[in-house]
């Protein structure tokens, strides 16, 4: 069993940074798939970013340029840098773990584990 705890949301202006953290316990996250994804009030979840237990890295289109996750398993951690933040980017974010252990899907549902979510809000 994986347990994730978020951190690092708030409230930041138009164009403004904030980096996300996602804190990791109960199993090494190394082998893992991990992602990062938002919902928006009255919007599904979506995927923002994901990133295999390689290093490889996949994005929404809608923050590719913007936002880099990364990981550091020896912390057992993952973390969203947010640049260039729109309001749009305004949603309760979300850290997902995966553990079949292969790629990093896209899809909220091929998520076994999650976080409790940290709110982001941009304000224009």
């Known amino acids: 069993q994986v347990q994730l705890v978020e951190s690092g949301g708030g409230l930041v202006q138009t164009g403004g940074s904030l980096r996300l953290s996602c804190a990791a316990s109960g199993r090494t996250i190394s082998s893992y798939a991990m992602g990062w994804f938002r919902q928006a009030p009255g919007k599904e979840r979506e995927f923002v970013a994901a990133?295999?237990?390689?290093?490889?890295?996949y994005y929404a289109d809608s923050v590719k340029g913007r936002f880099i996750i990364s990981r550091d398993n020896a912390k057992n951690m993952v973390y969203l840098q947010m640049s260039s933040l729109k309001p749009e980017d305004t949603a309760v974010y979300y850290c997902?773990?995966?553990?079949?252990?292969?790629?990093?899907?896209?899809?909220?549902?091929?998520?076994?584990?999650w976080g409790q979510g940290t709110q982001v809000t941009v304000s224009s």
């Open positions: 990133i295999s237990r390689a290093g490889s890295k």
């Open positions: 997902a773990a995966d553990d079949r252990g292969y790629g990093a899907s896209t899809t909220a549902n091929e998520y076994n584990y």
